[in-house]
């Protein structure tokens, strides 16, 4: 059974660009999650998606945004980059919310 | 909200070596996880604990979820060179919760 797939793999924008990131889950999965890491603050929770819709969401402002589609393939978008944005965007996806997480291998966003 | 503290930060040890770390809450998890990161990948899930004081193996590695179910200790039995790397406690408390909080790692170096 394939992983989580996360693309692209690495990202280069500068200040004030827009980017969108992708993830499809493990077959049969329908809880997709994202969480930014980053040397100084580790893990930190950004959003969950089960069936479409968003379940949770962490405290990051409102230019990080997402979605999950109908085949729970998730995107995540931010818009308006700041250097800070700069991290490794992990996606997860389980069979559903309070189950184990299975990691895709993310994807390294540089903002310059 | 919920905080993990995971310690020790960071250990070097010989090859061949017992290693043991720990993390705990500042409330109630229902459910335990252990992750280990490799650079530039994804955390993998090694364990998954679901009861107080269930104790689970996965080869030389064990798990405890601890009986006050703010605790939680992963043990890596003679160490080789290919367990270096960070590892990661996480837990949630389930409910409504759906995100789950991860400790801020451990880093392994095993000398050869």
């Known amino acids: 059974k394939a992983g989580v797939t996360q693309t692209p793999r690495y990202l280069i924008k500068t200040r004030g660009q827009q980017v969108t990131l992708s993830c499809s889950p493990i077959s049969g999965h329908r809880s997709v999650s994202w969480y930014q890491q980053t040397p100084g603050q580790g893990l930190q929770f950004l959003f969950e998606?089960?069936?479409?819709?968003?379940?949770n969401k962490g405290n990051f402002p409102g230019r990080f945004s997402g979605r999950q589609f109908s085949n729970s393939r998730s995107e995540m978008n931010v818009s308006t980059l700041e250097l800070g944005d700069s991290a490794l965007y992990l996606c997860?996806?389980?069979?559903?919310?309070?189950?184990?997480?299975?990691f895709g291998s993310g994807t390294q966003l540089s903002v310059l | 909200g919920q905080q993990l503290n995971q310690s020790p930060q960071s250990m070097f040890i010989q090859e061949g070596e017992d290693v043991s770390m720990n993390c705990t809450s500042s409330s109630i998890f229902n459910t335990w996880l252990w992750y280990k990161q490799d650079p530039g990948e994804g955390p993998v899930l090694l364990i998954a604990?679901?009861?107080?004081?269930e104790l689970t193996s996965n080869g030389r590695l064990t798990a405890q979820f601890g009986i006050t179910r703010k605790d939680s200790f992963l043990n890596i039995s003679a160490s080789i060179p290919s367990d270096v790397g960070i590892y990661f406690c996480?837990?949630?408390?389930?409910?409504?919760?759906?995100?789950?909080?991860f400790g801020k790692g451990t880093l392994l170096t095993v000398n050869p």
């Open positions: 996480a837990g949630h408390s389930g409910g409504s919760n759906y995100k789950l909080t």
């Open positions: 998606y089960f069936s479409e819709t968003q379940r």
């Open positions: 997860a996806s389980s069979v559903a919310t309070n189950e184990k997480l299975f």
């Open positions: 604990l679901y009861k107080a004081g």
